[in-house]
């Protein structure tokens, strides 16, 4: 993967991000994602923010290698925190991390005001998907679309969302599943809920063998797992 050649995954979050977007990709690493799009000349304005030193001077030498330093400023900095009033920034992206610090990005910026003029959200969580969807119904807004891909043996979820007046009812199944997935439910989704009904074979034999009284915890992942079979039967 480089500027040129983004994983499969990041392709995808990319593809999402409209033409002449001021961006912010925040746990942008080595950068790759803006770099890609301002190379594209998809976007003319895009920061990349990083929390750790690290992947900052990663990402600073990488837009400099890419003669893209006009156009891609690297920031350090936590969250939401390197957007300033003055970058106008339409779009954020959050790849790669867990779906539970995503929600926790977006709320201390939400407090921050730093979501006033943001119209579009682009999250790539790698887990806890569900607690990501309910942050964004409940702070108004709508996903408009999910997608579910493969790469290299793992199964990725996108989530795009925008600011709505709206709320849409969602129910558990939604939340966890996700809705437009749930709707598509295509080969992935199917694969991906399999491999959970499988980690939660092992975790019930797990808990048949526990000493102490896991009865509680037993029910909960039954009724998970009846969810799930629900789903995908
Ligand atoms: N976005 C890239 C991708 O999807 O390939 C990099 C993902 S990497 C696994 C996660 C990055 O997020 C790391 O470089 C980490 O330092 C950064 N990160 C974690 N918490 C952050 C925060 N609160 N603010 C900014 N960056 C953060």
């Known amino acids: 993967m480089n500027e040129t050649q983004l994983s499969k995954r990041l392709e995808l979050a990319a593809s999402f991000v409209q033409p002449g977007a001021r961006l912010a990709d925040i746990g942008s690493d080595h950068a790759y994602l803006p770099c890609y799009l301002a190379q594209k000349e998809i976007v003319h304005f895009a920061i990349a923010g990083e929390v750790v030193i690290g992947p900052f001077t990663s990402a600073k030498k990488q837009i400099q290698s890419s003669n ?16 300033g009033t003055s970058d106008q ?30 119209t579009r959200l682009i999250l790539q969580p790698n887990n806890a998907e569900a607690k990501l969807r309910r942050w964004l119904i409940e702070n108004e807004y709508a996903i408009i679309e999910e997608k579910i891909i493969e790469e290299n043996d793992k199964i990725y979820e996108i989530v795009v969302a925008e600011p709505s007046s709206v709320t849409e009812t969602y129910s558990k199944e939604d ?15 199917k694969k991906k809920w399999q491999s959970e009904l499988e980690k939660i074979a092992y975790i019930l034999q797990s808990l048949d063998q526990s000493q102490r009284d896991v009865s509680s915890k037993k029910k909960e992942v039954e009724h998970m797992r009846e969810t799930i079979e629900e789903e995908i039967s």
């Open 175 to 189: 939340y966890l599943f996700g809705k437009r997935l749930r709707q598509e439910k295509n080969e992935i989704f």
């Open 68 to 83: 893209l330093t006009d156009k891609v400023e690297a920031r350090l900095g936590d969250g939401l925190a390197v957007i």
């Open 89 to 118: 920034i339409d779009t954020i992206t959050i790849c790669g991390m867990g779906g539970d610090l995503i929600a926790r990005i977006l709320d201390a910026g939400k407090e921050e005001l730093k979501l006033e003029g943001v």
